[in-house]
């Protein structure tokens, strides 16, 4: 019976833990640059609103937003985080989801305003809020309970 190398032997894993290597840093940055929030088999390719300064502006000014898009609020704990759309110039659907991944209230159809604003409040805990255009939940029958997966955001 032959002997294999050992230099053989260091060789191959050498060449298996580079391509290992290699595949988990590239998965690991696609992920943080593309980051996704789904509902089954919908994803939503999303803007991530972490600090105050994004969690202010949020989608304010923008004239238009890709079905496919979204922007998600991250907090540091689960409360009850108030929305409004001042200066919003699409509707959204507004999905509030607590650490369990799971959603807790949706406001469906929020629609802009410019000055005196409702003020848009969860019935419950979140520490995630998706905003969407207006009517996507209803169309992708997106509701309460309904478990959310996030990929590249937490």
């Known amino acids: ?7 053989l032997i260091i060789s191959v894993l050498l060449i ?9 840093n590239f998965s690991n940055n696609n992920l943080k640059e593309n980051p996704k929030v789904c509902f089954k088999e919908n994803c939503f390719s999303v803007e991530i609103a972490k600090t105050q ?6 989608l304010m000014f923008r004239e ?16 009850i985080y108030n929305f ?3 200066n919003t110039l699409i509707p959204l659907d507004i999905i509030w989801i607590n650490t369990e991944k799971k959603v807790v209230y949706i406001k469906h159809k929020a629609q802009p305003c410019e000055e005196k604003c409702e003020i848009l409040s969860p019935l419950k805990n979140a520490k995630f809020v998706l905003e969407i255009n207006s009517g996507i939940t209803e169309k992708l ?7 959310v997966e996030f990929y590249g955001i937490v």
Do not use: A, C, R, V
């Open 64 to 79: 238009s937003l890709e079905e496919s898009k979204g922007m998600i609020f991250i907090y540091n704990k689960e409360g």
């Open 16 to 24: 298996i833990f580079i391509g290992i290597y290699i595949f988990t």
């Open 141 to 147: 029958d997106i509701t309460l309970g309904d478990k």
């Open 84 to 86: 409004w759309m001042k």
């Open 53 to 58: 300064t994004e969690k202010t502006k949020g």
């Open 1 to 7: 019976m032959k002997k294999i190398s050992p230099i």
